[in-house]
Nanobody, 116 residues
Framework: QVQLVESGGGLVRPGGSLRLSCVVS????????MGWYRQAPGKQRNLVAL???????NYADSVKGRFTISRDDAKNTVYLQMNNLKPEDTAVYYC??????????WGQGTQVTVSS
């Protein structure tokens, strides 16, 4: 059973930055996809950024140019650097991964609140 633990959420003012981390319980080298989704109150969970094993990266249009996904294989960790945060970025952010056996896993979520 793969476990994902997110951290780095919090309260930040508009225009501020946060970096989310997702530590995975085993090597992330072989996973097919890894990334981040978010869910605002009363809304469905949506893609924020997704990284494929071949290196391609997809971002939601709303975060392009502001958010950056990255990984550190030595630390089994996926990051989401979020800059120029806006109130509409407020949501619970979930780490996601898809294994070679096409099983998907989710973290428990970390709250990000952007407010003045």
């Amino acid at each position: 059973q793969v476990q994902l633990v997110e951290s780095g959420g919090g309260l930040v003012r508009p225009g501020g930055s946060l970096r989310l981390s997702c530590v995975v319980s085993e090597s992330i080298v072989s996973f097919i996809r890894m990334g981040w989704y978010r869910q605002a109150p009363g809304k469905q969970r949506n893609l924020v950024a997704l990284m494929a094993s071949g290196g391609s990266i997809n971002y939601a249009d709303s975060v392009k140019g502001r958010f950056t996904i990255s990984r550190d294989d030595a630390k089994n960790t996926v990051y989401l650097q979020m800059n120029n945060l806006k109130p509409e970025d407020t949501a619970v952010y979930y780490c996601y991964l898809l294994t070679k056996l096409y099983r998907d896993y989710w973290g428990q979520g970390t709250q990000v609140t952007v407010s003045s």
